[in-house]
C-alpha cells in the first residue's frame, strides 16, 4: 500500500497517512465544502491499510477547528478505529488541543468516552 499525503490548504487539514510506520495524522482546520469527498478518500485508505496493519497503529489529531460536517466524518474514524481495535488491532490515539481550546479538548474527551479507545492528550501552546 502507497502512502496518503494530502497537503494541508485553507479549509482542509494536513492528513498523512504511513503505512510503513502505522501512523496517521490529521492536523489544522477541517471546513471543507464537501466533507464526504474530501474524506472518503482518507476513508477508503484506511479500509486499505486495515488489511495488513502494524501492530499499533498510531493516530496523530490536531485540530484548530472542525465544522459539523467534518466531525460526522471524523466520527466515522473512530467507528472503523474502534472495530479494528475490538478485533485486536492496538492502537493510540493522540489528541492535541491548544492550551485554551475548551471545545476541541471536551471533543476529544467525547470521542475517548463513546469509543474508549487508548487515548493521550496532548496540550500544545500557541
Given at each position: 500500500m502507497e502512502?496518503?499525503?494530502?497537503?494541508?490548504?485553507?479549509?482542509?487539514?494536513f492528513i498523512e497517512l504511513d503505512p510503513a510506520k502505522g501512523m496517521l495524522?490529521?492536523?489544522?482546520?477541517?471546513?471543507?465544502?464537501?466533507?464526504?469527498?474530501f474524506y472518503n478518500v482518507v476513508y477508503s485508505s484506511m479500509l486499505e491499510y486495515y488489511k495488513s496493519p502494524q501492530k499499533l497503529t498510531t493516530f496523530h489529531f490536531e485540530f484548530e477547528y472542525i465544522n459539523?460536517?467534518?466531525s460526522k466524518f471524523i466520527l466515522r474514524f473512530f467507528h472503523l478505529?474502534?472495530?479494528?481495535?475490538?478485533?485486536g488491532h492496538n492502537c493510540l490515539v493522540n489528541w492535541y488541543?491548544?492550551?485554551?481550546?475548551?471545545?476541541?479538548?471536551?471533543?476529544?474527551?467525547?470521542?475517548?468516552?463513546?469509543?474508549?479507545?487508548?487515548?493521550?492528550?496532548v496540550e500544545v501552546y500557541g
Open positions: 502512502p496518503l499525503r494530502i497537503e494541508k490548504e485553507h479549509k482542509t487539514p495524522t490529521m492536523e489544522g482546520r477541517s471546513i471543507p465544502e464537501d466533507p464526504e469527498n459539523s460536517g467534518s478505529i474502534k472495530n479494528q481495535y475490538d478485533k488541543y491548544e492550551e485554551d481550546d475548551e471545545n476541541i479538548l471536551d471533543l476529544g474527551k467525547h470521542y475517548e468516552k463513546t469509543f474508549k479507545l487508548p487515548f493521550k492528550f
